[in-house]
């Protein structure tokens, strides 16, 4: 619940840049959901959004650019990298 509170926080003020720590952290799969269709929303209308997550899945379905920290180093997150440090 406090996530969700959080969340809506965020985008009460009709702000530009919207930064979310982890958002999908701790919240139902339908929620998760939501929470992204709520976040491709925002984009859609111009907000920029700057997010930290562990769940790759949903940055790449909503992020026009990823970045991680790798070995102390912020690098893009490309193929390379995801294949790398991700198994499947």
């Known amino acids: 619940m406090k996530q969700k509170l959080g ?3 965020a985008i009460m ?3 530009d840049l919207i930064l ?3 958002p999908f952290n701790a919240l139902d799969f339908k929620t998760n959901n ?3 269709e709520i976040l491709f929303n925002l984009k859609n209308e111009g907000k920029t959004l700057l997010l930290t997550s562990h769940q790759h899945e949903y940055l790449e379905r909503l992020c026009d650019h990823i970045y991680a920290i790798i070995n102390q180093q ?3 997150f490309n193929k390379e ?3 790398k440090y991700f198994l499947f």
Do not use: N
């Open 7 to 9: 969340i809506a926080q």
């Open 13 to 15: 003020e009709d702000q």
């Open 20 to 22: 979310l720590d982890e």
């Open 34 to 36: 939501e929470v992204l």
């Open 74 to 76: 912020i690098v893009a």
């Open 81 to 83: 990298e995801k294949e």
